[in-house]
Protein backbone atom coordinates (compact mmCIF):
# COMPACT_ATOMS: atom_id res chain seq x y z
CA UNK A 1 0.00 0.00 0.00
CA UNK A 2 2.51 2.53 0.68
CA UNK A 3 4.52 1.58 -2.46
CA UNK A 4 1.42 3.03 -4.14
CA UNK A 5 1.23 5.64 -2.41
CA UNK A 6 4.82 7.16 -1.89
CA UNK A 7 6.26 6.18 -5.34
CA UNK A 8 7.83 8.48 -8.11
CA UNK A 9 4.29 9.30 -10.04
CA UNK A 10 2.45 10.17 -7.12
CA UNK A 11 5.59 12.81 -6.40
CA UNK A 12 5.23 14.55 -9.55
CA UNK A 13 1.77 14.31 -9.49
CA UNK A 14 1.65 16.32 -5.99
CA UNK A 15 4.45 18.61 -7.25
CA UNK A 16 2.66 19.84 -10.19
CA UNK A 17 -0.04 19.78 -8.76
CA UNK A 18 0.80 22.25 -5.59
CA UNK A 19 3.20 24.60 -7.72
CA UNK A 20 0.67 25.43 -10.28
CA UNK A 21 -2.03 26.26 -7.54
CA UNK A 22 0.76 28.75 -5.97
CA UNK A 23 1.94 30.51 -8.99
CA UNK A 24 -1.76 30.89 -10.28
CA UNK A 25 -2.95 31.92 -7.10
CA UNK A 26 0.45 34.27 -6.43
CA UNK A 27 -0.50 35.93 -10.20
CA UNK A 28 -4.05 35.85 -9.26
CA UNK A 29 -3.42 38.02 -6.01
CA UNK A 30 -1.45 40.77 -7.08
CA UNK A 31 -3.92 41.54 -10.32
CA UNK A 32 -5.73 42.74 -7.28
CA UNK A 33 -3.24 44.10 -5.23
CA UNK A 34 -0.93 45.79 -7.81
CA UNK A 35 1.87 46.82 -5.04
CA UNK A 36 5.26 46.29 -5.87
CA UNK A 37 6.07 44.13 -2.59
CA UNK A 38 3.78 41.91 -3.71
CA UNK A 39 5.10 41.40 -7.15
CA UNK A 40 8.67 40.25 -5.86
CA UNK A 41 6.57 37.75 -3.96
CA UNK A 42 4.90 36.39 -7.32
CA UNK A 43 8.39 36.31 -9.23
CA UNK A 44 9.76 34.33 -6.26
CA UNK A 45 6.55 32.32 -6.82
CA UNK A 46 7.67 32.09 -10.56
CA UNK A 47 11.01 30.97 -9.85
CA UNK A 48 9.64 28.26 -7.15
CA UNK A 49 7.38 26.90 -10.05
CA UNK A 50 10.25 26.48 -12.29
CA UNK A 51 12.16 24.61 -9.73
CA UNK A 52 9.35 22.54 -9.37
CA UNK A 53 9.50 21.93 -13.18
CA UNK A 54 12.80 21.34 -13.19
CA UNK A 55 12.82 18.85 -10.96
CA UNK A 56 10.27 16.67 -12.51
CA UNK A 57 12.39 16.72 -15.46
CA UNK A 58 15.56 15.81 -13.20
CA UNK A 59 13.46 12.81 -11.44
CA UNK A 60 12.10 11.65 -15.00
CA UNK A 61 15.82 12.05 -16.20
CA UNK A 62 14.94 14.13 -19.45
CA UNK A 63 16.48 17.19 -18.08
CA UNK A 64 19.16 18.14 -15.32
CA UNK A 65 20.06 21.63 -14.68
CA UNK A 66 23.14 20.50 -12.50
CA UNK A 67 25.09 19.00 -15.70
CA UNK A 68 25.25 22.34 -17.65
CA UNK A 69 28.17 24.33 -16.10
CA UNK A 70 30.67 27.07 -16.03
CA UNK A 71 34.10 26.48 -15.68
CA UNK A 72 32.90 23.45 -13.50
CA UNK A 73 30.03 25.22 -11.43
CA UNK A 74 26.58 24.32 -12.37
CA UNK A 75 25.57 28.32 -12.18
CA UNK A 76 22.13 27.64 -13.82
CA UNK A 77 21.48 25.16 -11.01
CA UNK A 78 22.44 27.91 -8.34
CA UNK A 79 20.86 30.84 -10.06
CA UNK A 80 17.11 28.98 -10.30
CA UNK A 81 17.25 27.51 -6.38
CA UNK A 82 18.57 30.93 -5.38
CA UNK A 83 16.50 33.33 -7.29
CA UNK A 84 13.35 33.28 -5.01
CA UNK A 85 14.89 33.98 -1.93
CA UNK A 86 17.00 37.12 -3.14
CA UNK A 87 13.66 38.37 -4.26
CA UNK A 88 11.42 36.97 -1.25
CA UNK A 89 14.18 38.86 0.53
CA UNK A 90 13.69 42.25 -1.99
CA UNK A 91 9.99 42.34 -0.80
CA UNK A 92 10.34 41.89 2.77
CA UNK A 93 13.08 44.59 2.44
CA UNK A 94 10.47 46.94 0.95
CA UNK A 95 8.06 46.03 3.28
CA UNK A 96 10.45 47.09 5.84
CA UNK A 97 11.15 50.90 4.44
CA UNK A 98 7.09 51.30 3.83
CA UNK A 99 6.66 50.82 7.26
Known amino acids: MTKILFNDFTYIIVDIALGSIMALLGILSYGKTKKVQNLFFVISGVFLYLIMA ?18 DIPIYDYLINYFPYIFMICGFIIILKKE
Do not use: G, P
Not at 54 to 71: E, P, Q, S, T, Y
Open 54 to 71: FRVLKKLNIFILADFMIK
